[in-house]
Nanobody, 123 residues
């Protein structure tokens, strides 16, 4: 079992930056690929980025590529999402998730989910 706690969300203006954190506990953190997803009101959950167990490989949704960076610190059992150049369309609840197998952008393949942290970007 993995327990994930996301934090770092908030209300910012367009163009600002935020860094989300997701602290994991319950099993060996480096055993899991990690992902970030987001869900805006009335919309389906959307893939944002994921990272391999070692952190050597990352993958991004086209909508955030070049603006967001996913990283992880296996010594601290934490995955991060650095978000730069935020836009109003980035407004959503952001969720971190853990996948026991390989990296994937499919939300239904993730085994564990955090509680979400709200990011609101004003224009």
């Amino acid at each position: 079992q993995v327990h994930l706690v996301a934090s770092g969300g908030g209300l910012v203006q367009a163009g600002d930056s935020l860094r989300l954190s997701c602290a994991a506990s319950g099993r060996t953190f480096s055993s899991d690929a990690m992902g970030w997803f987001r869900q805006a009101p009335g919309k389906e959950r959307e893939f944002v980025a994921d990272i391999s167990r070692s952190g050597a490989r990352t993958y991004y949704a086209d909508s955030v590529k070049g603006r967001f960076t996913i990283s992880r610190d296996n010594a601290k059992n934490t995955v991060y999402l650095q978000m730069n150049g935020l836009k109003p369309e980035d407004t959503a609840v952001y969720y971190c998730a853990a996948e026991e197998a390989a990296m994937t952008s499919n939300y239904y393949e993730y085994d564990y989910w955090g509680q979400g942290t709200q990011v609101t970007v004003s224009s």
